[in-house]
């Protein structure tokens, strides 16, 4: 029996480890239980409104310390982002309540390329190396991704 | 041992209990393997119809007993279930056949305060308190989230 | 303890066989530790290029060994793989690096029944029974599902 156990113990400790299994809070919300992405990869006006309305509609309904939201913004959506966004405001809003807002920096190396400048951006906004690639890290770490 | 035995156990029922793992299936579907959560969030009819054509292709695939469908309806896609929906007598065929149709309070609220009045819907269909949070409940019992 | 070890290692083994654990590595990949399946169902060209875009930078940030990558087109987004596609060079060169790129049958079967003929496809499409089948075996493998 011993080795079976050990055998289990071995799969037990690969499973835990998985990825899926993560889901532990980030640092920034210790007690969170829901773990939300929001992708927004569309130019269209009304969709980037739908995304705000959508994160705080979840603040509301689970409360703030309770969830935590990442927007992931790539290709036509980092638009919100823009220091001159029209939305500025609800985007400020939500990040004082913990939500937090990520561009793409392959899509500014690509607007950089085609226009010879780079946007100015709301200065709450996080930086990653690409939306995708962080999509598929906060998968890993057990947020649901809904692109609204 | 014991106590590492002890540990593993605690570990083990730690894993049992993450809801990624639940994918029990639900009572109007005991006998379930396959588990989809059909998003709309688009006004535009075509999109609508393609996740109508969606759930059905589905159906014929897996068979209606062996997959639960459920379709989430937010934003502008809560205009599928209007009860003066063009598409309705499709929503009704695939509601024989089993399949789910949420709408989302929020928006209905939102539509509310907006014009006055409170859309009429297909008396089948069931109201959620927030779209997205029917998403993340559906993904954490093992539903695949898909937006045609 | 023995039955209480007996009805651990059956949950254990239960958990193990969970198909959100699988992830392992395709037969073209052997080496990938991240898995990404990109959903295309729209027609407009700057969503279909938007979705080569993405899986080209996927390949440049994790390196081609490390990454697998499958594209599933259904509904409109299969214009993406038509023999006379404007992008078709640019599918051929993720092809080269080793992104699987799929058509819908039951997608094909619609278009055939429109229009009265099948539309002459790239060469190195995989066709697959049903675009969303496919995404729903690709998210129980273990790959994240993107929609670009």
Known sequence: ?????????ALLL??????VMAASPPADHPFAK???ALQLSEKDPARQSLVLSVANNMLKQYGPDS?????????????????????????????EQGVRFDVCENTLDSVQRKTGKTPALDPHTIK???G?????????QGYTLVRP
Chains 1, 2, 3 share one sequence.
């Open 67 to 95: 969830i935590a939201i990442e927007v992931v913004t790539f290709g036509p959506g980092i638009r919100l982002l823009y220091a001159d966004s029209p939305l500025r405001k609800r985007v400020e809003s939500l990040v």
């Open 132 to 140: 995708v690639a962080r999509l598929m890290e906060l998968s890993d």
């Open 34 to 36: 829901h773990f939300l």
């Open 14 to 19: 690969t499973v835990a480890a998985h990825p």
């Open 128 to 130: 990653v190396p690409a």
């Open 1 to 9: 029996m011993f080795r079976s156990w050990r055998f289990a113990l």
